[in-house]
């Protein structure tokens, strides 16, 4: 593994361990050159994806691109960070199970599913975009059939 502080091609694995809930490996490495200490995760992928835009445009499945999105609808929410790893890689894991092509509008609905059930505000920030909203009354709308449901981690309290 290349140092990412030298370019050194080589450093030592001094920790590994199991993260994400056994979904990826967590390797704690030290540069042979420098000897800076650096973090990598290693993750199982089942195949490559190709992603099917809604133009017909065709590229590469980019996780970092999932994160992101994720990320921006989770941002200044009180939702703890494994929680959301636990999402993406979920995603990620029902998206290679469908086959090598997957399209934008599958990507976007097992997010909204997952993030319903994580966070109803991060559901309709995530919403606003995936559905374009381009009206208050479109937020309205998703804000009030969102808040007829039970909320996220309340459905424990009440078993």
């Given at each position: 593994m290349r140092c990412?502080?030298?370019?050194?091609?080589?450093?030592?694995?001094?920790?590994?361990?199991p993260s994400e809930d056994g979904a990826a490996i967590r390797r704690r490495r030290q540069c042979e050159g420098c000897g800076a200490r650096f973090t990598t995760f290693e993750r199982v992928q089942l195949r490559e994806l190709t992603v099917v835009k809604k133009d017909g445009k065709?590229?590469?499945?980019?996780?970092?691109k999932l994160e992101r999105a994720i990320g921006h609808s989770c941002r200044k929410r009180d939702i703890d960070p494994a929680k959301i790893d636990q999402l993406i890689s979920g995603v990620q894991r029902q998206l290679e199970t469908r086959g090598d092509e997957?399209?934008?509008?599958?990507?976007?609905e097992a997010v909204m599913v997952g993030l319903k059930a994580l966070d109803h505000v991060a559901y309709i920030r995530f919403a606003s975009i995936y559905k374009d909203f381009s009206e208050p009354g479109d937020f309205a709308e998703i804000a009030e059939r969102v808040g007829q449901e039970t909320p996220p981690g309340e459905q424990d309290k009440l078993l």
């Amino acid at each position: 593994m290349r140092c990412p502080f030298c370019a050194h091609e080589d450093s030592q694995v001094k920790d590994s361990r199991p993260s994400e809930d056994g979904a990826a490996i967590r390797r704690r490495r030290q540069c042979e050159g420098c000897g800076a200490r650096f973090t990598t995760f290693e993750r199982v992928q089942l195949r490559e994806l190709t992603v099917v835009k809604k133009d017909g445009k065709r590229e590469p499945f980019d996780r970092a691109k999932l994160e992101r999105a994720i990320g921006h609808s989770c941002r200044k929410r009180d939702i703890d960070p494994a929680k959301i790893d636990q999402l993406i890689s979920g995603v990620q894991r029902q998206l290679e199970t469908r086959g090598d092509e997957v399209t934008t509008v599958a990507i976007g609905e097992a997010v909204m599913v997952g993030l319903k059930a994580l966070d109803h505000v991060a559901y309709i920030r995530f919403a606003s975009i995936y559905k374009d909203f381009s009206e208050p009354g479109d937020f309205a709308e998703i804000a009030e059939r969102v808040g007829q449901e039970t909320p996220p981690g309340e459905q424990d309290k009440l078993l």
